[in-house]
């Protein structure tokens, strides 16, 4: 895809969450991870700013979705090989013990 039509898309569905609902934290590795029933959390080094968000130090992704799945994979990867990530979580989704919902991660070499 052209890189014109990706910019026209992504200003298209920019508008489907406000920039409100949509954090993210510098970036950073992954201290640890856990699963705990049909969740999992990503803990972070660095935990959401307080002014902007609730959403704390750290994120849940609900593994009954397929797509958090895949989600989940890309984080254990990312963690399994201290890479670096950056991380961005809904806040205006429900929160899981506390936790924002995991909205996107970008694993960087």
């Known amino acids: 895809m052209n890189k014109k039509l990706s910019v026209i898309l992504a200003a298209l569905f920019m508008p489907i969450l406000s920039s409100a609902e949509i954090v993210s934290v510098a970036t950073q590795n992954l201290p640890s991870v856990r699963v705990e029933g049909n969740a999992a959390f990503l803990y ?3 935990p959401f ?5 609730n959403c704390g130090g750290r ?3 609900n593994l009954n979705d ?3 799945r ?4 890309t984080a254990l990867m990312a963690f ?6 950056n991380i961005r979580a809904n806040s205006a989704a429900p929160k899981m013990f506390g ?3 995991l909205y996107d991660i970008v694993v960087l070499r």
């Open 44 to 46: 972070l080094e660095t």
């Open 49 to 53: 700013d307080s002014t902007v968000s």
């Open 59 to 61: 994120v849940w992704i």
């Open 66 to 68: 397929e797509v958090g």
């Open 70 to 73: 895949v989600k989940y994979s």
């Open 80 to 85: 399994a090989s201290s890479k670096a990530v």
């Open 99 to 101: 936790a924002c919902e």
